[in-house]
């Protein structure tokens, strides 16, 4: 079995999360090559081949003449799996490269299961088993779902790939930052962050109590924001805002995947929850088994 591990390149710099790619195809038990559109002083500190392509040449993006490099390192390689993020780069490349394989596709992979992938389904509250049809196939990983085991070290065997007849109509012109709007949650030390275990909106200044005793600033998961009771500049996980506090609280946030994968870099996490089974504790260093409307309340009073 053969997994072509697709790069992320940006600003001319590697972008860490393609190590997670790395660590899908290590837990799938496959042979690996990557591929990179970018500098050689960006290729990964990985063993085993490496196809590089000049980012001065064929851009840091360009859907066009990025899809024909993958196909040819694919092709060179004749990869079983082409694996990519799931992020913006992978969400428009990714079906470009199924359409031209005629392969099946299956998206924002979370793990492996006898045969198959895993995926997630119901707001991420539940898992299903995927299977492609046609053997064949390109993957994308849901971000954080793959954590590499340690830091990376080796040196990659590089296999050039120049393109002939490579006009493309298409020219990147380079990335344009998002309207700021609200809070900007990567800055903050400390973030409290509510979940759908505050019970309803009106719940919300309970926690946002605490955030502000704390010096902090307020977060949210996805069920929250998408239930109104919190503006989606306060959301944290894939969808959200990625951060990295000193200090993350989580209050009745169960921990699925999406959530955790964007606060997973925080230095000291305590999880707030009355279910002392839920995913968060597998990742909090400190976990409270409690009712968080009766807790939070006291905690704060503690503080104030």
């Known amino acids: 079995m053969k997994a072509l591990l697709v790069c992320e390149y940006r600003e001319r710099a590697l972008l860490p999360a393609s190590y997670e790619l790395v660590a899908f195809a290590d837990r799938l038990g496959a042979e690996t090559a990557m591929v990179l559109i970018g500098d050689p002083s960006a290729a990964p500190r990985v063993t085993g081949k490496l196809y590089l392509a000049g980012a001065a040449r064929y851009g840091e993006y360009n859907p066009d003449l990025h899809k024909r490099i993958v196909l040819e390192a694919a092709q060179r390689e004749r990869a079983d799996y082409i694996v990519f993020l799931h992020s913006s780069y992978g969400w428009d490349l990714a079906p470009r490269v199924a359409a031209a394989l005629r392969i099946g596709q299956i998206s924002e992979i979370v793990g492996i299961a006898d045969g198959g992938f895993e995926v997630g389904i119901c707001n991420a509250k539940l898992r299903r088993s995927v299977v ?3 053997g064949r ?3 994308t990983l849901q971000a954080g779902a793959f954590t590499p085991a340690g830091e990376a070290a080796g040196t990659p065997q590089i ?3 120049d393109l002939a007849g490579e006009a493309s109509p298409l020219e990147f012109v380079g990335y344009e930052p998002a309207e700021e709007k609200g809070v900007d949650l990567t800055k903050a030390d400390v973030i409290v962050s509510a ?9 919300v200044p309970v926690i946002a109590a605490l955030a502000k005793a704390l010096g902090g600033e307020l977060g949210a998961s996805r069920p929250v924001v998408d239930a ?14 990625s951060v990295s506090p000193k200090l993350y609280v989580a209050c009745g946030i169960s921990g699925a995947i999406q959530h955790l994968a964007g606060m997973k870099k925080s230095d000291f996490v305590i999880a707030i929850n009355k279910d002392k089974d839920a995913p968060i504790g597998e990742v909090a260093d ?8 009766q807790f939070v309340p006291v905690l704060t009073a503690k503080l104030v």
């Open 137 to 139: 196939a390109v993957l």
């Open 195 to 203: 979940g759908r275990g505050v019970g309803k909106k009106e719940n």
């Open 228 to 241: 109104g009771w919190v503006e989606h500049s306060h959301q944290v996980g894939t969808t959200g805002q």
């Open 132 to 134: 492609p049809r046609t």
């Open 159 to 161: 296999e050039q790939i």
């Open 286 to 293: 400190v976990l409270v088994v409690a009712d968080v409307l």
